[in-house]
C-alpha cells in the first residue's frame, strides 16, 4: 500500500531513500566572495536573500524578473501543508519554511501565509498518505482534527462527503501569497545589497573542475566564485547534458470560479483549503481571496511545455472536468461559471524529489531545481539550507541528489 501510493502521488508524498547525508559542499566559499544566482523564483530569489544575509556579494540574473507570468512562483496563491506520508524529510523542511514565512511576514509588516487550516479527504487509499503522516505531527506537538465524514458533514456542509472515509484538518497549514511573496523577497534582497540583472544566463567554459563564468543573452559575461542555477523549467535546457532525462517540464491549469455572493459568508466555519484523493484522482484547491475566485486545481501531469515558447491556453476538457468535480464535492458551486484560467509548469523529477546538488564536472555550481509541484512553499528554508552549504555548516542531503 504504501509504496503504491506514494508511486502514484509522488507530487504529496514523494519516495524517500532512506539515506539522507552525505559529504559537504566539495567546494565551499568564504563570506565576502562572489555568488551569482541565476532565477529569481522561489529557489533562486530566497537562496540570493539567505546568502546576501551571510555576507556574500550575490548578484541575481532572471530574464523577465521575479513572479513574472512564465515562471512557476508566478501564480497569485500556492498551498502550504506539512503531510508527505511517511517521508519525514519533507515534514520537517515545511515546518521549517512555516517558520521561517511566519518570521519574514512579521519582520516585513507583509501578509505572505494566510492561516487557513489545508482540508485533507479522500477515500481509504488516499487517506493512507495522511495516515502515514500523523506520527511526525503528534511527534513534534503540531496540531490536526481527525473527523469522520458524519462529523465533518455538519462542520463542513457545503462538502458533499461521497466516496469520502475519512478527513483530517491540518490546523498550521493554509496558503502563501506565491507571486507577491517571490517580488518582496527579490525587493528585500536589493534592499540589504544584493544585485538583480535581466537576462538568460547560460553557463560559460569548465575549466580545471571551475565554471569560470555565465553568458548572458546580450552575450555579456559574469564571473564569480560560486554559481546556483535555481532556473526552474528551464534547468534541461541550460544543463540537457546531466538534466533532459532527469527533469521532465509539463503544462498544468489551475481555474478560479465564480461563487454566489453569499455562498461563503453563510458559513459558520471559514474555508480552509483543501485537498482531495480519491484512487488516482487528486484534486485541490484554495476558497475565494483577492475576489480572485474558488480556485481549483487536477493534479495531473499533463503534456510537456515549453516554458518559453508554448502559448498559454487551458484545454477545455480539463476545464470541464474541474467543473464535473466541482458540481460533485461543492454542490453549491454546480453551474459555476469560470472566471479565469492560469497555465504554469511543473518541473518533474522521476521521483519527485527535489534536486540541490553539485554540477558533476564543476564544485562550484549547485543545481537547485526540480520542484515537481510541490516546492514553492520552501523557498525560505532552502534558501536557508543552501547559505548554510556554501559555508560549510550543511550536508548535501541524498534525497536531493542528482
Given at each position: ?15 524517500d ?40 556579494k ?15 512562483s ?12 511517511p ?11 512555516i ?10 509588516d507583509?501578509?505572505?501565509m ?45 462538502i ?7 478527513l ?50 546580450n ?27 532527469k ?19 453563510n ?31 487536477h ?38 461559471p ?23 564536472e564543476?564544485v ?39
Open positions: 500500500m504504501k509504496d503504491l501510493i506514494t508511486e502514484e502521488h509522488k507530487t504529496f508524498s514523494p519516495k531513500t532512506k539515506v539522507n547525508q552525505r559529504n559537504k559542499l566539495a567546494y565551499t566559499v568564504p563570506k565576502g566572495c562572489r555568488v551569482i544566482v541565476a532565477g529569481a523564483g522561489a529557489f533562486g530569489g530566497w537562496s540570493a536573500f539567505m546568502l546576501q544575509r551571510q555576507g556574500y550575490v548578484t541575481l540574473i532572471d530574464p523577465w524578473g521575479p513572479g513574472n507570468t512564465r515562471s512557476s508566478g501564480g497569485e496563491t500556492r498551498l502550504i501543508r506539512a503531510v508527505y506520508g517521508n519525514e524529510t519533507y515534514f520537517n523542511l515545511t515546518i521549517k519554511a517558520k521561517l514565512w511566519k518570521e519574514f511576514q512579521q519582520a516585513w507583509k501578509k505572505l494566510i492561516n487557513t487550516g489545508v482540508l485533507w479527504m479522500g477515500d481509504d487509499r488516499g487517506m493512507e498518505i495522511v495516515n502515514l503522516a500523523l506520527k511526525f505531527f503528534k511527534a513534534n506537538n503540531i496540531p490536526l482534527k481527525e473527523y469522520s465524514p458524519r462529523q465533518a458533514s455538519k462542520i463542513f456542509p457545503y458533499n462527503m461521497e466516496g469520502v472515509s475519512g483530517v484538518m491540518e490546523e498550521a497549514a493554509g496558503f502563501l501569497m506565491a507571486r507577491e511573496a517571490t517580488q518582496i523577497v527579490t525587493q528585500k534582497f536589493l534592499e540589504e545589497g544584493g544585485e538583480l540583472v535581466y537576462g538568460f544566463a547560460t553557463p560559460g567554459i569548465i575549466k580545471n573542475e571551475k565554471l569560470t563564468s555565465v553568458m548572458l543573452s552575450n555579456s559575461r559574469l564571473e564569480a566564485d560560486f554559481y546556483i542555477f535555481a532556473c526552474g523549467s528551464w534547468l534541461p535546457k541550460i544543463f540537457p547534458e546531466i538534466l533532459s532525462d527533469i521532465t517540464v509539463t503544462k498544468q491549469e489551475v481555474y478560479y470560479f465564480g461563487v454566489p455572493d453569499d455562498w461563503i459568508l458559513f459558520q466555519t471559514p474555508m480552509p483549503g483543501w485537498v482531495d484523493i480519491q484512487d488516482k484522482e487528486i484534486y485541490y484547491g484554495i476558497p475565494g481571496f483577492l475576489d480572485r475566485g474558488f480556485k481549483v486545481a493534479d495531473k501531469r499533463g503534456p510537456d511545455f515549453d516554458p518559453t515558447h508554448h502559448d498559454r491556453f487551458p484545454d477545455q476538457d480539463e476545464i470541464a472536468l474541474a467543473k464535473k468535480y466541482l458540481a460533485k464535492r461543492f454542490p453549491g458551486l454546480k453551474n459555476a469560470l472566471l479565469e484560467s492560469r497555465v504554469c509548469q511543473y518541473s518533474n523529477t522521476d521521483t519527485g524529489n527535489l534536486i540541490v546538488d553539485h554540477h558533476p564543476a562550484n555550481v549547485l543545481i537547485l531545481g526540480g520542484d515537481s509541484g510541490h516546492g514553492f512553499k520552501y523557498g525560505p528554508a532552502l534558501g536557508d539550507y543552501v547559505s548554510k552549504l556554501l559555508v560549510g555548516e550543511a550536508n548535501l542531503n541524498r534525497l536531493f541528489k542528482l
